[in-house]
T-cell receptor
Framework: DAGVTQSPTHLIKTRGQQVTLRCSPKSGHDTVSWYQQALGQGPQFIFQYYEEEERQRGNFPDRFSGHQFPNYSSELNVNALLLGDSALYLC???????????FGEGSRLTVL | LAKTTQPISMDSYEGQEVNITCSHNNIATNDYITWYQQFPSQGPRFIIQGYKTKVTNEVASLFIPADRKSSTLSLPRVSLSDTAVYYCLVGGYGGATNKLIFGTGTLLAVQP
């Protein structure tokens, strides 16, 4: 049973560029949440997708957007990258937004 | 959303029982208390969740007093592999996982 998978695992971008991160939820899960984790900090909630719609959003600017596909996989897009966007981006899945969150290993983004 | 306060760090030795306490004075009636464990460069992993009194599973126990303004995660007989950051989270109406708020966590260091 595959858990949550994320790609790419590492990537380097320059300021002003755009990035797309991908996530496949755990088998049987239909809800995907995205978190940003800066070095030494706890994960910060970005948004959650369920039934291909954004259901909840944290305190992140519109540069952060997402999408959920019919197969429940999800993408996180960040436009106009800033140095401060350098972080580990975590995807977590659950069933109907309840119960235990299952996290992926994350995508490490470095913005130069 | 209720804010949580927990110690920044704790030290222990192998074989000891470790208790990590979390304060959440503004917990709402429908809030659940959930603990996650995170190793470096990995996504958080669910440990235990509870609403009131005591919950026990194969890896930990969670003690919640009647007023629910605090909770204590108990790890029996820790080993070196338990060295990690432990997060206390409050929220998730009815156990829902949307918009869970992570704090800075407690870094537990287990020594031989």
């Amino acid at each position: 049973d595959a858990g949550v998978t994320q790609s790419p695992t590492h990537l380097i971008k320059t300021r002003g560029q755009q990035v797309t991160l991908r996530c496949s939820p755990k088998s049987g899960h239909d809800t995907v949440s995205w978190y940003q984790q800066a070095l030494g900090q706890g994960p910060q909630f970005i948004f959650q997708y369920y039934e291909e719609e954004e259901r909840q959003r944290g305190n992140f600017p519109d540069r952060f957007s997402g999408h959920q596909f019919p197969n429940y996989s999800s993408e996180l897009n960040v436009n106009a990258l800033l140095l401060g966007d350098s972080a580990l981006y975590l995807c977590a899945s659950s069933f109907r937004g309840t119960g235990e969150l299952f996290f992926g290993e994350g995508s490490r983004l470095t913005v130069l | 959303l209720a804010k949580t306060t927990q110690p920044i760090s704790m030290d222990s030795y192998e074989g000891q029982e470790v208790n990590i306490t979390c304060s959440h004075n503004n917990i709402a009636t429908n809030d659940y208390i959930t603990w996650y464990q995170q190793f470096p460069s990995q996504g958080p992993r669910f440990i235990i969740q509870g609403y009131k009194t005591k919950v026990t599973n194969e890896v930990a126990s969670l003690f919640i007093p009647a007023d629910r303004k605090s909770s204590t995660l108990s790890l029996p007989r820790v080993s070196l592999s338990d060295t990690a950051v432990y997060y206390c989270l409050v929220g998730g109406y009815g156990g829902a996982t949307n918009k869970l708020i992570f704090g800075t966590g407690t870094l537990l260091a287990v020594q031989p």
